[in-house]
């Protein structure tokens, strides 16, 4: 499955903004996904991960009840909802994929990515 990220830009704190992450290739439901992020000069870190269907969902503790993960399969995206945003959120996002339906948050263990989207966070 290729993996195209889109959405990043830059806004203040305080303020909002959309990822999406357009799948094509493979059927798109068939993977669960997942978001993770790499702060400048950081490692990669989990975001959020969503299943198969979407039932499921899972959340880094720095961005619970401030970001939630959704995806469409009839439009073959996922979808990153970032709410209160804080500098702190600077960094490029990634969107994975991954066969197994169980939630990860592992890097290791997504084997498709996107190439990556820039969130900037102003104070």
């Known amino acids: 499955v290729q993996l195209q990220a889109s959405g990043g830009g830059l806004v203040q704190a305080g303020g909002s903004l959309r990822l999406s992450c357009a799948a094509s290739?493979?059927?798109?439901?068939?993977?669960?996904m997942g978001w993770f992020r790499q702060p400048p000069g950081k490692e990669r870190e989990f975001v959020a991960a969503?299943?198969?269907?979407?039932?499921?969902?899972d959340y880094a503790d720095s961005v619970k009840g401030r970001f939630t993960i959704s995806r469409d399969n009839a439009k073959n995206t996922l979808y990153l909802q970032m709410s209160g945003l804080k500098p702190e959120d600077t960094a490029v996002y990634y969107c994975?994929?991954?066969?197994?339906?169980?939630?990860?948050?592992?890097?290791?263990?997504?084997?498709?990515w996107g190439q990556g989207t820039l969130v900037t966070v102003s104070s």
């Open positions: 994975a994929a991954r066969v197994k339906n169980a939630l990860s948050n592992r890097i290791g263990e997504y084997g498709y």
């Open positions: 290739g493979r059927t798109f439901s068939n993977y669960a």
């Open positions: 969503i299943s198969r269907g979407g039932s499921t969902t």
